[in-house]
């Protein structure tokens, strides 16, 4: 069946450290996206990449970085992990920009 | 600017009631899609509905019902005959025909609890 994977599902880590969140696709869409999650929020935009070689920033892209490897991957950075990244992670794809997003099961991170 | 606005932010219903989930967005876009996504405990997000706003039908999928009314700039969802597995945090979310560099724009959720 046609998936949005992401690694780890679970990912503790220490203030200051360098940590990739990954995403890998096997539904053939162009577009994916990083959101995040936090209570009483939903869901925010990070970054967003309509091709490999398109690479846009969201609504809360401070503190992140993304690549783009390939059509199918789309990996997250955070360049040094602070406490109010603290969130559950979300990767998504979709087949057009207004086509529903599709998402994988989501990451949770704790910075410490 | 676009905003989804879900005033409720926690419901709490007994199995086989109805329930209505608000959602009110606001965009300047003619032409905009809205979408429903339920969140269960185990924390995927599931897609539910999309609709465009061009078609003011009201939609039943089953015991789900979406009645999107372009005056009140509403797209309420209704589940009818609730059920325990109906329990989950349900997002609504908007995305406007022009790309404003957020693409879609979700609401901050309503957590439904549906009790034995």
């Known amino acids: 069946d046609a998936d949005v994977t992401q690694t780890p599902r679970n990912r503790i880590t220490k203030t200051g450290k360098r940590i990739m969140l990954e995403c890998s696709q096997t539904?053939?869409?162009?577009?994916m996206y990083w959101y995040r999650q936090d209570p009483g929020l939903g869901l925010r935009l990070i970054y967003y990449s309509f091709d490999v070689k398109d690479i846009n920033k969201g609504e809360i892209s401070d503190g992140y970085s993304v690549s783009r490897q390939a059509q199918a991957k789309f990996s997250l950075s955070l360049e040094s992990a602070i406490p109010n990244q603290t969130a559950l992670y979300f990767c998504?794809?979709?087949?057009?920009?207004?086509?529903?997003?599709?998402f994988g099961n989501g990451t949770r991170l704790t910075v410490t | 600017a676009q905003k989804v606005t879900q005033a409720q932010t926690e419901i709490s219903v007994v199995e086989k009631e109805d329930v209505t989930l608000d959602c009110v967005y606001e965009?300047?876009?003619?032409?905009?899609?809205l979408f429903w996504y339920k969140q269960p405990p185990s924390g995927e997000l599931v897609f539910l509905i999309r609709r465009n706003s061009f078609d003011e039908q009201n939609e039943i999928s089953g015991r789900y019902s979406w009645n999107f009314q372009k005056s009140t700039s509403s797209f309420n969802f209704t589940i009818t005959a609730s059920q325990v597995v109906d329990s989950a945090v349900y997002f609504c979310a908007l995305r406007g025909a022009r790309n404003y560099g957020q693409n879609f724009v979700f609401g901050p959720g309503t957590r439904l609890s549906v009790l034995p």
């Open positions: 998504a794809t979709s087949r057009t920009g207004n086509s529903p997003l599709h």
């Open positions: 965009t300047r876009d003619t032409t905009y899609y």
């Open positions: 539904k053939g869409h162009d577009r």
